[in-house]
């Protein structure tokens, strides 16, 4: 069974940093693409960014890029996103995935 | 990068009715699509994964269908726990821009 756990949410100021991080399980990790994706309050789902297998191959969603990094760890069988210059717009429910199957979510808060 | 094109953007229907909701890709993507089904306050629920096959636990008056760049969503007989914003997914990449399920 596929298990996605976040952690590293919490609430920070516009202009400060996280770094959100994903322990993957039940599958076979380094052989997967995975991404995050975010629901901000009240809105809808979107796409933040996605990774290939090795790390080599990286894709974010315009708003994102030069802010957020994504990167994994396959000894570890861990995603990370790092997301730095933080905006209040960036306040969301940030979901780790591998395809269809998403994680419980873990919540990042942008206010001051 | 692959764009996913959902329409309609707003449906209104009546219990009983039948549905459908379009998907399209910008290029082929097999049938590397999700959809989902999302509702106040709650988590985002999967209903289909592969573009066919109906997560577990989901009723059967949903089905998806489609492969390469068109895609659907049926919901057979409108029941009113259904009336919500659906979206489909490429795998690892863009959703649709949702289709909201209106109360005719």
């Known amino acids: 069974e596929v298990q996605l756990v976040e952690s590293g949410g919490g609430l920070v100021q516009p202009g400060g940093s996280l770094r959100l991080s994903c322990a993957a399980s039940?599958?076979?990790?380094?052989?997967?693409?995975v991404s995050w994706v975010r629901q901000a309050p009240g809105k809808g789902l979107d796409w933040v960014a996605a990774?290939?297998?090795?790390?080599?191959?990286?894709h974010y969603v315009d708003s994102v890029k030069g802010r957020f990094t994504i990167s994994r760890d396959n000894s570890k069988n861990s995603l990370y996103l790092q997301m730095n210059s933080l905006r209040v717009e960036d306040t969301a429910v940030y979901y780790c995935?591998?395809?269809?199957?998403w994680g419980q979510g873990t919540l990042v808060s942008v206010s001051s | 990068d692959i764009q996913m094109t959902q329409s309609p953007s707003t449906l209104s229907a009546s219990v009983g009715d039948r549905v459908t909701i379009t998907c399209r890709a910008s290029q082929s993507i097999n049938n590397w699509l999700a959809w989902y089904q999302l509702k106040p306050g709650k988590a985002p629920k999967l209903l289909v994964y592969d573009a066919s096959s109906l997560e577990s636990g989901v009723p059967s008056r949903f089905s998806g269908s489609g492969s390469g760049t068109e895609f659907t969503l049926t919901i057979s007989s409108l029941q009113p726990d259904d009336f919500a914003t659906y979206y489909c997914q490429l795998y690892n990449g863009r959703f649709g821009q949702g289709t909201n399920l209106e109360i005719k």
């Open positions: 039940g599958f076979t990790f380094s052989s997967s693409w």
């Open positions: 990774i290939n297998r090795d790390g080599s191959e990286v």
């Open positions: 995935a591998r395809n269809a199957w």
